[in-house]
């Protein structure tokens, strides 16, 4: 049971058909702005309109999310309209349209020039251009968090942030590439790069609805698939050595201010069956953020949050709810089928048993009904016994302040990058209650910590030298490295949350991309 404890705590319906982009010259010349469109919704918002005329035409619509006001409240006259009249007629601008495919791209020309954004990037070693946007569901208008953008390949991704928000860097050789938008649940999105370079766009994703009846069909013992998965890791996951350049942000704030790391690194990633010390990870870029009145006696720390989003690679380290020895100690259940990449997917829910009271996990599981492969993994300490974990997750506070856990939630997902699926993403959360002792009152902290994979290279893989190399003891804040006034340069990144951008705006630090 000790190696349980320490190993569960150490690690912290519009259904539309979507097919792949096929080019040609006569659709690219083709002008949609001629087309007659009878139009029958007489008022709404311009989102409701712009989704009723995406059922009529069966076109999607791309468009700036800073040139379009979604909710502003429309009146129609219905009756017949050219496409192009009508978009005007609700946007209130006088956009112009470009066809390619199925998406149509909304914009505003000055003479025969699109105004953009500004998002080209120039540098003298390279030339890149940006692909930045909005994930949003298409029916309810949320943010979709922690899509997946990238090019078709896969070698070069990133995520959506927790409003939706996405920035992808390119180099100039990919314009022609496609862009592929996944999320589990959706349908996947194929762009092609040069539509949407250089803009602020919203992209609707469409849910793909299973029916009861197929899951009712489909229903499968949950422990089978486990070991099913754990068996077929080998052909699944990377056994080679690869380079990870990755995006990775912690955090810790409270009443009194807060402290913001942000780094680019480097991972020397080894295969799925050697171990986590084998790995090496060095500094690419770093930046810290902190109020100057921060109250550094209050500050509590997680384990070495870098080696935490190593050891979050779930099925490199196995944790004990994946692990056949220790699923006795859990209740697993299948409660769903959805889709990723156009597959089935299969959801599995497990807790631990009633009668165990040790702070295990709980949480979904989300493994591809045709490969058996681990997609992604949300899982929490068991609220009801989190309190009991104070003494693992929180290694540096204040001998005068107790730190009691109120929740550490945590999420970990996968992407096949050339027929191997690699760490894409990892993110934890942790809300600490910080009493002094002696004291009636308490006050709230919130710890987080996410990493993100932007690049996956298995070419000419070495070592690093020690001297280049961060260890895993240390914690990332408290690492010395030089600021860089150019900063992230061609370097992909996450980008931050409205509250995180909020708060760091109210401490007029600049953060730049």
């Not at 007629?89 to 112009?96: A, F, P």
């Not at 990377?238 to 704030?253: K, M, P, Q």
């Not at 240390?474 to 860089?484: A, I």
């Amino acid at each position: 049971m000790n190696r349980l404890f320490i190993c569960a705590l150490l690690t912290i319906g519009i259904i539309v058909e979507t097919s792949p982009l096929v080019w040609s010259q006569e659709l690219v010349n083709y002008d949609p702005g001629g087309q007659m469109i009878r139009f029958d919704l007489k008022k709404g918002t311009v989102y409701q309109m712009i989704n009723r005329l995406s059922d009529i035409t069966g076109y999607y619509f791309v468009y700036d999310s800073e040139l379009i006001n979604n909710d502003r409240k429309v009146r129609i006259n219905p009756g017949d309209y050219k496409l192009k009249d009508l978009i005007r007629e609700i946007t209130g601008n006088n956009v112009d349209v470009k066809l390619q495919d199925k998406y149509l791209l909304l914009f505003i020309s000055k003479g025969n020039t699109e105004i953009t954004s500004e998002l080209k990037l120039k540098s003298s070693a390279d030339s890149v251009f940006i692909v930045k946007g909005r994930l949003l569901d298409r029916i309810t208008g949320e943010p979709v968090v922690y899509g997946t953008i990238d090019v078709a390949c896969g070698k070069k991704t990133t995520v959506s942030n927790q409003d939706g928000n996405f920035m992808l860097k390119l180099p100039d050789s990919l314009q022609s590439s496609v862009i592929r938008i996944s999320h589990i649940g959706y349908l996947n999105r194929m762009i092609s790069a040069d539509v949407i370079a250089g803009k602020n766009i919203d992209i609707y994703l469409d849910q793909k609805i299973i029916p009861l009846q197929e899951i009712v069909v489909r229903m499968v013992e949950p422990k089978k698939v486990l070991r099913e998965m754990l068996k077929r890791r080998q052909d699944n996951y990377n056994s080679e050595t690869a380079y990870l350049t990755s995006f990775f942000r912690e955090g810790i704030e409270n009443r009194h201010g807060f402290n913001l790391t942000e780094a680019v690194l480097k991972i020397y990633k080894t295969g799925i069956h050697s171990t986590l010390a084998s790995e090496q990870v060095k500094i690419l870029k770093m930046r810290r953020l902190g109020t100057p009145n921060y109250n550094d006696s209050l500050i509590v720390r997680l384990k070495s949050s870098i080696y935490s989003c190593q050891m979050l690679d779930i099925i490199k380290n196995l944790p004990d709810f994946l692990d056949p020895q220790y699923y006795n100690y859990y209740n697993y259940s299948h409660t769903d089928i959805t889709v990723l990449d156009e597959r089935r997917v299969l959801v599995f829910f497990f807790e631990q048993k009633e009668e165990i009271k040790d702070p295990l996990f709980m949480g979904k599981l989300y493994i591809d009904a045709e490969n058996y492969a681990l997609l992604k993994a949300t899982f929490q300490i068991n609220p009801l016994y989190v309190e009991d974990a104070a003494d693992i997750l929180v290694l540096k506070q204040s001998r005068h302040i107790k730190a009691i856990p109120q929740s550490a939630i945590y999420e970990v997902s996968y992407v096949p990058v050339d027929g191997k699926y690699y760490l894409n993403h990892v993110r934890a959360d942790l809300t600490l209650k910080m009493k002094k002792r002696g004291s009636l009152f308490s006050s709230n902290e919130h710890v987080w910590f996410e990493m993100a994979n932007c690049e996956t290279n298995t070419s000419g893989v070495k070592r690093f030298a020690n001297e280049e190399i961060v260890s895993n003891k240390n914690f990332l804040s408290e690492v010395s490295y030089s600021y860089d006034e150019a900063f992230w340069g061609n370097f992909n990144t996450l980008l931050p949350e409205k509250s995180l951008k909020e708060l760091i705006r109210k401490y007029n630090f600049d953060i730049g991309n």
